[in-house]
């Protein structure tokens, strides 16, 4: 495994793309064009429990992640995919959405290490549901004016799994979701793993 303490900055994000899920399986990833960022922020909160005048107990509430991935153009491909738009005869139309796609999103950043190596981490985001991104294009001036487009994102995970396939539960009967897997130079399945969904397995 790779010694990702090494790692002192991360940036760029690059080579975006998106699977359906299909069944029990993940169609092949599909290219989501450039893009400029993500952001990603856990959706949790916990509640404290008092008693004799102190914490007693505190329990997490985990709801998952959002997050925002930043594009230079709407994927024409990504929005037909996720029912947002439809190829007619004449054109792409915009359509009311009737349905959530579930699907998961890869993509890479890069980093820089302290004897200035510069890594590419890879990264699957699990169980993603999205809503149709705002358009705003502006009036030139001096300079060129790009538009960029923001997609929203809520990630809600899929179960982890053991040897057997099935779901992994701990000695207290517990079950995990996944939200998100990312590795990095070293570990195993790097060189493959944005060919195909990887599907979380407890070792």
Known sequence: MSDKSKTIVK????????????????????????????????????????????????????????????LNNICADYEIAMGRKMKLSNGIADVKTIKSVEHCIYFETQGVTEDSK???????????????????????????????????????????????GENYVDTDGNEYLVYQLTVEPGDDGYETFGDAVVIPTEN
Do not use: C, H
Request: aromatic share 8%; glycine share 8%; no cysteine.
């Open 118 to 164: 510069y890594p590419i981490a890879k990264t699957w985001l699990f169980g993603v549901t999205s809503t149709r991104p705002a358009e705003s294009y502006d009036q030139n001036t001096d300079d060129v004016n790009e538009s960029t487009f923001d997609l929203p994102l809520t990630i809600k995970g899929v179960s982890l799994k053991n040897a057997q």
């Open 11 to 70: 940036f760029n994000v690059q080579n975006v793309k998106f699977a359906i899920k299909n069944g029990d399986n993940w169609t092949p990833p599909s290219p989501m064009g450039t893009s400029m960022k993500i952001s990603l922020e856990a959706n949790s909160s916990q509640k404290n429990i008092f008693g004799d005048g102190k914490i007693i107990a505190s329990i997490v509430n985990d709801k998952g992640k959002t997050g925002t991935l930043t």
